[in-house]
């Protein structure tokens, strides 16, 4: 899985951030073409400690503000939907990753005698 903005970051150092407080935020976003509509997920973001989860969902969110609203019937609801998600810093999938690199990170003692 590709998250955005973990470039050069081992997984022992992405842990250590997550303990120091980041997040891990995906954004939701709509598209729609008159009959239909589409919903998805943005790539994962890193989020350093103390800064806003906002500010990186700001493109998703327009996106769907322009995009999202002229699907019949499911393109109103997909969109607000989404901005909710977004306006409320989007969704955070810290635990989920964080569980996930515990599972495949062997811890430090083994990885030294392998």
Known sequence: M?????E??????LQFEIQRGAKLVCYHY????IVMTF?????VYFIP??????????????LTLV?????????????????????????????AISAALAQSTPPAAFAAKA
Do not use: H
């Open 2 to 6: 590709k998250i955005q903005g973990v």
């Open 8 to 13: 050069g970051m081992s997984p022992d150092q």
């Open 30 to 33: 709509c598209v729609s073409v």
């Open 39 to 43: 919903r998805r997920s943005s790539p």
């Open 49 to 62: 400690a103390g800064e806003s989860t906002l500010s990186k969902g700001l493109p998703w969110t327009a």
């Open 67 to 95: 995009m999202g609203w002229w699907g019949f019937r499911w393109g109103p609801i997909f969109s607000i939907q989404s901005l909710i998600v977004n306006l409320k810093g989007g969704k955070d999938v810290t635990a």
